[in-house]
């Protein structure tokens, strides 16, 4: 045990051997602490601190996975000699850490890339569907209310992980693990589309009369398309190199947001009898796109069974049984601070959920045209597409959730700024400077959702254990998921629960104006209608639900949120590992 007769000033920086030594010469170490123990002062290495409980590699099991155990007050047993060359091993490390973060990826990770972005374009185009255009096209038929009955087709998404355990395990060894689930969903997701797209104009014209059915629908397809991000998400592990993993979550950004813009607004663009008319293009009708998506799922599928070769796996691997992984999952789950993880996940969105939520929602309810929003959020897509690279490359490293914590700011700001455009909303037609206000918010917003979305989902990448990659992705993503959904439901029927409105008559004989009932749900707008009055709204419940959800949000951020992401992303690799390989400490 070393001593030393007087404290040694602390220091956190690595230092190098002086390289003014000789071969017989104890190098100088910089010492970050010192205890007593009987009046004498046991000095600990800093160095020796950073190379035991910082990780180097996501994927590297020397000692990040299972380090040695350190004490914050144990003496180090080792000489100074023995200092200076884990010192050197340290900086090494270090060296080939940035060597790794610079590389180029590879031949076969770009393969990999152009993969998973089809695939997962495959997944975001039902989902542009059912979250993004049926409840803009059934707005102006249904109330808040009844749109957050049908918001529920969003769940399937969200509650995934109660059968990714069955995706991650069972499959048909010939076919490949992944693809055994991936290619009978996109064939399920394809067939859907096609029987959707034959009787779906009768059910959105007059959707008042098939809510249940309306829900039930999407929220299958819904279903479907989440088994297959099941399958997509534990194959990413495999399919990418370590170095270049952190891109797993950039070509979900790519592959998902296509899918989903594809779906919500160009489609609504195309939809719309205005841009038609106006840019003298045929009106694309939902049964249409339906059927043209279909015939796309069924040659990816095609391709992807008879030209994509997966590698095998083992038949007698312990993992890939069912117990095992639903008993790795319960033991991830009574992991702490995997449970702080999930709690995070289910607050963090609040504060501006409201406003996502429904501002667009208001504005076409005001006269924003389909046309108009789509214009914005075509010019918006680029900017998604480098906002998913750009975050890809920041979440290299050590902090994959800097982008996320950052870009929460820009979000919040959007908040008050989406509330001014409702209320300043001046009508058809647009004037130029309103309409380039409102393409920059869209392009902002959307690009620091995209960091957001892409830099959680790289630590959620790196944190994974690829024994259960499915799963394990699945469960992390199934909270972030849930952190956007379940508060869905609950802000669009605030918004319904504290408007206040009413039916405003003319009163030809007196030529006076009579309020004649509530205009707040579908029958009282219906009623209103029938009486040729206007809905006039006393106290819009949009302005209260926003700036609620803002407060709520901004204060659990602050206290919990924030600083429960610092502590996360600081752990080793091998706290959020629940398989460990045999013969090494656990």
Partial sequence: MSTVDSPVSSTRKRTKPNASTTRGQAPIVNMSRATTTNGKYHAHSSSLEKLNGEALSPRSRSREEYPLDTHEDAPVEMSLLGNGV??????????????????????????????????????????????????????????????????????????????????????????????????????????????????????????????????????????FAATQDIAVDGWALTLLSDDAKAYASTAQTIGLNTGYFASYTVFLAFNSEGFASKYGVPRLTLSTYLRFWSVVCYAVTAWLFFFKKEEPVAHDDPDLQLKSVYKSMWRMCKLKHVQKLFLMHLVAKIAYLGHESVTSLKLVEKGLAKEDLAVAVLIDFPFQIIAGWLAGRWSRGDKPLRPWLMAFWVRVAFVFVGMAMVATFPGNPLGWGWFLLYIVVTVTNGFAGTIQFVGVSAFHTRISDPTIGGTYMTMLNTAANMGGTWPGFFILRGVDYFTIAHCQVPDKAFGTLIKASECVSEQGKDQCKKLAGNCVIERDGYYIVATACFAIGVTLWITFVRPTALTLQSLPFSKWRVNQPRGLPT
């Fill in 86 to 223: 884990r010192v050197d091993a340290a900086l090494e490390e270090d060296e080939e850490e940035k060597d790794k973060l610079s590389k180029p990826l590879s031949e076969k990770d770009k393969k990999a890339m152009v993969l998973l972005i089809i695939l997962y374009l495959i997944q975001g185009v039902p989902l542009g569907l059912a979250l993004g255009s049926v409840p803009f096209l059934l707005r102006e038929h249904l109330s808040y209310a009844q749109l957050a009955f049908i918001s529920f087709s969003s769940y399937p998404y969200s509650l995934k992980l109660f059968w990714s355990p069955i995706v991650d395990s069972l499959f048909y060894h010939k076919l490949g693990r992944r693809k055994s689930w991936i290619v009978p969903m996109q064939l399920v997701i394809g067939t859907m589309m096609l029987l959707i797209s034959t009787n779906t104009a009768t059910i959105m014209e007059k959707p008042g009369g098939h809510i249940v059915e309306l829900t039930i629908t999407w929220t299958l397809l819904v279903f």
